[in-house]
């Protein structure tokens, strides 16, 4: 049985303290369980690196949290979540998914939808026009983006994760959704720091802004030009360092909810200049 590292935080601190305070640390969620909060992390090292770090601030407890458990009783709290013609699921339905229902089955290591940074995203995919196109999901975690992305037209979906676990829940959500072309989408384990990048139309990177900012040129050179990059996981007052580290694009949508922004850029083609 998979058990997720964690921390329970004894008394709530704000929510944006404690996120700062564990960026650097690879929180995968963060769960309220009656008067703590539970952080949960990717391995066991980074949660304990977390708890150095908090202790000064915070009282910590070291914790392992059984991941049938959490998803079990994730299904019973998680409603689904629509995000304009994207609908997520929690659990399959009792009759045949209808067009648009995705579903995504509660994993404490990867995303459900439900996350602000999630939400921005797909909403982000839905504004630029996916038909034909080439998409490469970095940091795909439960594979929700490469898959709503090919239910939105994308001619070919890689979802990139460097945590094997992260590529097997993937896979197994695309199992859940036979109405999708698997032909179109495919996952697979690497590392976005190391591995060869294939040249896209698109890539979504949901994922942190001190990893956005240090795996910018890789991202970058990963949108052809005139391509697109959808960027999520930045707090607000992130956005501007991580803006700097995108030279090459020009802004053409941002987004805000929670704390959180999302911004889609274009790759500029040689010669143009930053608008």
Request: charged letters at 20%.
């Amino acid at each position: 049985m998979k058990h997720w590292p964690a921390l329970d935080v004894d008394s709530e601190p704000e929510i944006d303290l404690l996120l700062a305070a564990v960026d650097d640390f690879s929180p995968t969620a963060i769960e309220e369980v009656e008067n703590r909060l539970r952080i949960f992390f990717a391995s066991a090292g980074d949660r304990d690196r977390a708890a150095v770090a908090l202790q000064p601030r915070f009282g910590v407890s070291p914790i392992d949290v059984a991941d049938d458990d959490w998803a079990r009783r994730s299904q019973e709290n998680l409603s689904p979540i629509t995000v304009g013609r994207i609908t997520i699921l929690p659990a399959p339905p009792a009759l045949p998914a209808a067009p648009g229902q995705l579903v995504i089955a509660p994993s404490m290591g990867f995303g459900t939808g439900h996350h602000a940074t999630t939400r921005l995203c797909l909403a982000a995919l839905q504004a630029i026009d996916l038909a034909g196109t080439s998409v490469l999901d970095a940091g795909t975690g439960s594979g929700v983006l490469a898959m709503a992305a090919a239910y939105l037209g994308a001619a070919r979906a890689l979802g990139l994760d460097d945590d094997p676990d992260a590529i097997q829940s993937a896979a197994e959500n695309l199992a859940l959704n036979p109405g999708l072309p698997p032909q179109r989408i495919t996952f697979a384990v690497g590392d976005l720091m190391t591995l060869r990048l294939p040249q896209v139309d698109v890539v979504t990177a949901n994922l942190t802004g001190g990893l956005l900012i240090r795996a910018a040129a890789r991202l970058g050179q990963a949108v052809r030009p005139g391509g697109v990059l959808i960027m999520s996981g930045i707090q607000n007052e992130e956005r501007d360092d991580v803006w700097r580290a995108f030279a090459g694009f020009e802004l053409t949508a941002e987004a805000e909810e929670a704390g959180w922004t999302t911004m889609t850029a274009r790759r500029l083609s040689n010669g143009e200049a930053r608008g």
